[in-house]
């Protein structure tokens, strides 16, 4: 299995940026996909998540700013990320979760400057 996020960065306050997550190795269209983020000294948190009926759900901090999105065609899961302010500064994660199972990509940063 293998999650291979892409798309940080640096990005001044109040722009844009799209990551994407591509995954192989599983079942897509059956997982639950989700972006997460860790900020230095802070805990990882949900940022994001869509089933696989495609629900999504955020957190209130991102609402109305960060659009999830996935296309199970291409096996990918997009972060839209418009609006940003530097408490958005973090590493972000996607993560394929299905019952039991959950797989990890590698990190992305994005850094937002003020």
């Known amino acids: 299995v293998q999650l291979q996020a892409s798309g940080g960065g640096l990005v001044q306050a109040g722009g844009s940026l799209r990551l994407s997550c591509s995954a192989s190795?599983?079942?897509?269209?059956?997982?639950?996909m989700g972006w997460y983020r860790q900020a230095p000294g802070k805990q990882r948190e949900l940022v994001a998540a869509i089933t696989s009926a495609g629900s999504t759900d955020y957190v209130d901090s991102v609402k109305g700013r960060f659009t999830i999105s996935r296309d199970n065609d291409k096996n990918t899961v997009d972060l839209q990320m418009n609006s940003l302010k530097p408490e958005d500064t973090a590493v972000y994660y996607c993560?394929?979760?299905?019952?039991?199972?959950?797989?990890w990509g590698q990190g992305t940063q994005v850094t937002v400057s003020s």
């Open positions: 190795g599983i079942t897509f269209n059956i997982y639950t």
């Open positions: 993560k394929a979760h299905f019952l039991q199972l959950a797989y």
